[in-house]
């Protein structure tokens, strides 16, 4: 079962534990993001919901049982606002499980995004086999990761996550999640933080999918690790865990996306795992 509102930091009663999504801005339910002023601190324990820009996670306002206060000056001025008032306006508080219960985003000036990184987005998707993936437009609460953040999945996933890991304890195998769904800002600030630092986007792709490409921006994808073990390195292949997800994710719905020698090209990742729901072909579209 997805993680309900009982299953976050003590505090008030809020809505279902789900993160909705639009283009430019999330929507988190309060007690999930960590505060960086006292102040900040004090609306954040009695918040509904927290608006969070996704460009630079700054925290523009918070949602409080007696109206809308303001987390930065002018919040109301940037772009996106609107979309994300509207899906605040509209969301209800719970939704059917299953891929057609959850609707994407639109691929909010991605080609114009990969344009300015050097990417020529048909040339990429035709040399490694990848296709655009839309953002969800809302995303279940599956627990935290090894560092304690908050980690969203697609609802199938989520809920498939939960029943592979409980049933990795029950062999006596320990998993953890390292990382789920990555927004394409996100994804975007990878490749703007290595470029800074010197690296040419031909190198970043070997490790790194284009902006819009990732699993990882569906939700149906997670990095998966074991307690002790570094995050994100092909040394998880010698663990029990990686041999218990070997045998017993498939019947769970999981499958590794970048086995050795994959036809994408990118380096051989046994910590990248994805769910497949039945329908999963018309959640992610196959073109923008």
Request: charged share 20%.
């Amino acid at each position: 079962m997805v993680m309900m509102i009982s299953d976050l930091p003590p505090g008030p009663r809020r809505q279902p534990a789900n993160l909705l999504n639009t283009a430019g801005v999330e929507l988190w339910p309060g007690g999930l993001l960590q505060a960086r002023a006292n102040h900040d601190a004090r609306l954040l324990a009695r918040a509904l919901r927290v608006l969070r820009r996704k460009r630079d996670g700054r925290y523009l306002a918070a949602v409080m049982p007696e109206g809308i206060t303001p987390l930065l000056p002018r919040w109301q001025e940037g772009p996106g606002i609107d979309a994300a008032l509207d899906a605040l306006d509209t969301h209800p508080g719970h939704q059917r499980a299953g891929v057609d219960g959850v609707g994407t985003l639109p691929l909010y000036r991605l080609h114009e995004r990969l344009q300015g990184l050097g990417v020529d987005a048909q040339g990429y998707a035709g040399r490694t086999g990848l296709t655009l993936v839309a953002e969800p437009a809302w995303l279940a609460f599956a627990g935290f990761d090894r560092y304690r953040r908050a980690l969203w999945l697609h609802v199938d996933a989520a809920d498939a996550w939960q029943r592979l890991r409980e049933a990795a304890r029950r062999d006596g195998v320990m998993l953890e999640a390292i990382s789920g769904y990555r927004s394409h800002d996100y994804q975007l600030g990878i490749f703007e933080r290595k470029l800074a630092r010197g690296q040419l986007v031909e190198q970043i792709l070997r490790v790194n999918a284009a902006p819009g490409y990732s699993e990882h921006h569906s939700g149906l994808a997670l990095d998966i690790s074991a307690p002790g073990e570094p995050p994100a390195e092909e040394s998880f292949e010698t663990t029990p865990a990686f041999a218990w997800l070997q045998a017993k994710a498939p019947a769970h719905g999981f499958h590794m996306s970048y086995p050795r020698d994959n036809p994408h090209g990118i380096i051989y990742e046994p910590w990248h795992w994805c769910y497949a729901p039945p329908a999963a072909a018309a959640f992610i579209p196959a073109s923008a």
